[in-house]
């Protein structure tokens, strides 16, 4: 008869256990999905569809989404009470985090359109 996986960790040496546990620990802090990141926080698409203003079809389309905007990932997890961040990771440089990234709108600008105010920023490019 084979040995179970914890009978196996029990045999590794104190150090490889504390590093497996460790990994254990970082790998259950990672979430697969949308979905599963619902279920952590306890709430049904029903309740997500409610705090969102749709109906419950169309969470069930965002949580299988592979792509999306960020406006509606962050609508999405303050709806399941969360609160969403955007961190860069570069290479030889410090973890950066991005707060209130499109929370704000663009100033007004007096006495110009929005279209030519658009045309002239793409222009820009």
């Given amino acids: 008869m084979g040995r179970t ?9 104190a150090e490889r256990r504390e590093r ?5 620990e970082e790998l ?5 999905g949308l979905r599963e990141l619902r279920q952590i926080a306890g709430k049904a ?19 299988k989404q592979a792509e999306m905007y960020l ?3 962050r609508s999405y ?8 961040e955007l961190t860069v990771k570069l290479p030889e440089r410090p973890v950066l985090k991005i707060h209130h990234l499109g929370d704000v709108a663009e ?3 007096q006495g110009r359109g ?8 793409v222009a820009a490019r």
Avoid: F, H, W
């Fill in 45 to 63: 698409q029903a309740d997500i569809a409610t705090a969102l203003n749709i109906k419950q079809p169309s969470v069930s389309k965002i949580e």
């Fill in 20 to 24: 497996v546990e460790a990994r254990y």
């Fill in 77 to 84: 997890v303050e709806a399941i009470g969360g609160q969403l």
């Fill in 107 to 109: 100033p007004a600008v």
């Fill in 71 to 73: 406006s509606t990932l």
């Fill in 114 to 121: 929005a279209r030519s105010v658009r045309r002239r920023a």
């Fill in 5 to 13: 996986l914890d009978q196996v960790i029990d045999g590794l040496p």
């Fill in 28 to 32: 259950r802090q990672e979430v697969e």
